[in-house]
């Protein structure tokens, strides 16, 4: 089955304290991203890469790291994480940037306290 | 980044009534989407639109680009419960472009 899977689906942390929400899709995108959704704001583009080893800011990158060794994972890393980054999060992947459809991960929802 | 105006933000109906809800830019699209989300749920596509004044339906949805490409409309037909989700507009502005998504539109559905 394709898809895009997200691990935690929930996590509680305290501030300060490192940590990597992974993401893994087994369709050979070329395209991966990650998006934060907050109320009324909809979903907000943090980093996205083009294919491996290509990475580059969206919207709302400060705060996060990404990184894209292999083609299929594509982690999200919070250094020192804040309370403003308690949020809903989103992996999303792609064909390739601009073809086929946006497969979305269920979502990982953080708090920071 | 760019703003997508969606409205309304959340709406309550009755079901079995219609619903409309829809999306303004300040600046141009080639592509508008629509995804829904369910509860618990990641976002996933309903609809798809490539060309100014493209009318596309499925099922019960259909959606609209607009003439001057900086709107989009989705209307529901004869609501049910489980409709209940949110409802997101993307726009994208040419190919190589990122989506930008509108803030959504909670929809709620009274049986």
């Not at chain 1, 305290?14 to 959704?37: A, I, P």
């Not at chain 1, 400060?62 to 292999?70: D, H, N, Q, T």
């Not at chain 2, 830019?25 to 493209?54: C, H, M, R």
Request: glycine residues 10%; hydrophobic residues 30%.
């Amino acid at each position: 089955e394709a898809q895009v899977t997200q691990n935690p689906r929930y996590l509680i942390t305290v501030t300060g304290k490192k940590l990597t929400v992974t993401c893994s899709q087994n369709m050979n995108h070329e395209y991966m991203s990650w998006y934060r959704q907050d109320p009324g704001l909809g979903l907000r583009q943090i980093y996205y890469s083009m294919n491996v080893e290509v990475t580059d800011k969206g919207d709302v990158p400060e705060g996060y790291k990404v990184s894209r060794k292999e083609k299929r994972n594509f982690p999200l890393i919070l250094e020192s994480p804040s309370p403003n980054q308690t949020s809903l999060y989103f992996c999303a992947s792609r064909l390739t940037v601009n073809t086929g459809e946006l497969f979305f991960g269920e979502g990982s929802r953080l708090t920071v306290l | 980044g760019q703003q997508l105006n969606q409205s309304p933000q959340s709406m309550f109906i009755q079901e079995g009534e219609d619903v409309s809800m829809n999306c303004t830019s300040s600046s141009i699209f080639n592509t508008w989407l629509w995804y829904k989300q369910d509860p618990g749920e990641g976002p996933v596509l309903l609809i798809a639109l490539y060309k100014a004044g493209e009318l596309t339906s499925n099922g019960r949805l259909t959606a609209q680009f607009g003439i001057t490409r900086k709107d989009s409309f989705l209307n529901i037909s004869a609501s049910i419960p489980s409709d209940v989700g949110i409802y997101f507009c993307a726009g994208q502005h040419n190919a190589g472009n990122m989506l930008t998504f509108g803030g959504g539109t909670r929809l709620m559905v009274k049986p």
